[in-house]
């Protein structure tokens, strides 16, 4: 596995390959990550990733100091899934002194995350354009666990032309149906027993979808019944949405997006499942 710090590596290493598959992460590999390396490699025949925990997706008030960081055992979960090389690039390389752009994706980048962090969207959209550029992959995969954030990079692709195809893997879940995040690390041992209450109360509201609930505030209370009232005011939203709008829906009448942000004490634990149609 080569390990690339620099534009100029990466770009010699990219002739190396007819097709490439990319799976830009921040980090702190778990099965998730590992699982979108893999199939890249399958399906595209060599796979880059990324680790670069960009600081302009990041709030002033979020966790970038403290965000978990394990560089040595990345690059053994990354050589173990049979990844062709890694980017690792320092702060300097992506935003050189000068460096000013910022992408507006426009309204689906404002609702449910973006409400709540509102610059978070134009943070992922312009480093993962420069990624796209620096890498050239011919698949780019990222996972349904940040669903919106796969909605913005499809509109991304859209909007700009870009010539990569996105791919966006199922999310990977503890047993316990906990959606896996490097940001688990930060739970408590009484916060980690209780968090598995995001993906029940999402399962609650896809099993009443299922069995012919279309109403969506019928949905949105389910799953807010179903977290329980000690979850009710750590609650950011509860969100049944139009999976490419992400429009708050009144009726279910194709698939949606039943997804929900939940406080444990300062960390933010985000999940989804999808309704289909
Ligand atoms: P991150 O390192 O959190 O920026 O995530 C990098 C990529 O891994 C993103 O495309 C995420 O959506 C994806 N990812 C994170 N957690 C999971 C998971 N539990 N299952 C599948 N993909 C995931």
């Not at 019944?225 to 829906?249: F, H, K, M, N, Q």
């Amino acid at each position: 596995m080569q390990v690339l710090t620099t534009i100029a590596e990466v770009r010699a290493a990219r002739t190396r390959w007819p097709a490439l598959g990319f799976a830009p992460t921040m980090g702190y590999l778990h099965a998730g990550h590992i699982s979108l390396v893999e199939r890249a490699r399958a399906e595209c025949g060599a796979a880059l990733a990324s680790i670069f925990v960009n600081p302009t997706q990041f709030g002033p008030n979020e966790d970038l100091d403290r965000y978990p960081r394990d560089p040595e055992g990345d690059l053994a979960r990354l050589e173990a899934a049979g990844a062709d090389a890694v980017f690792l690039p320092s702060p300097e390389v992506i935003y050189p002194p000068g460096f000013s752009a910022s992408l507006d994706l426009g309204d689906v980048t404002r609702r449910l995350e973006g409400a709540v962090r509102p610059h978070h969207f134009a943070g992922v959209a312009t480093v993962v354009t420069k990624l796209f550029n620096i890498v050239q992959p011919t698949r780019a995969y990222f996972g349904q666990k940040d669903a919106q954030q796969c909605v913005v990079i499809r509109k991304l692709v859209q909007d700009l032309d870009l010539p990569v195809e996105i791919v966006v893997g199922d999310t990977v879940r503890e047993p316990d149906g906990l959606a896996l995040s490097s940001r688990n690390s930060y739970l408590t041992p009484d916060q980690r027993a209780r968090a598995p209450a995001l993906h029940r109360a999402l399962t609650a509201a896809q099993q009443a979808h299922a069995a012919g609930e279309r109403n969506a505030e019928a949905l949105r209370a389910i799953i807010r019944r179903t977290l329980g009232e000690d979850l009710a005011p750590a609650t950011d939203y509860v969100s049944i949405a139009d999976p490419d709008t992400l429009e708050e829906l009144t009726t279910v009448s194709g698939g949606a997006l039943a997804s929900l942000a939940v406080r444990f004490g300062a960390t933010r634990l985000i999940d989804n499942v999808r309704l289909q149609p």
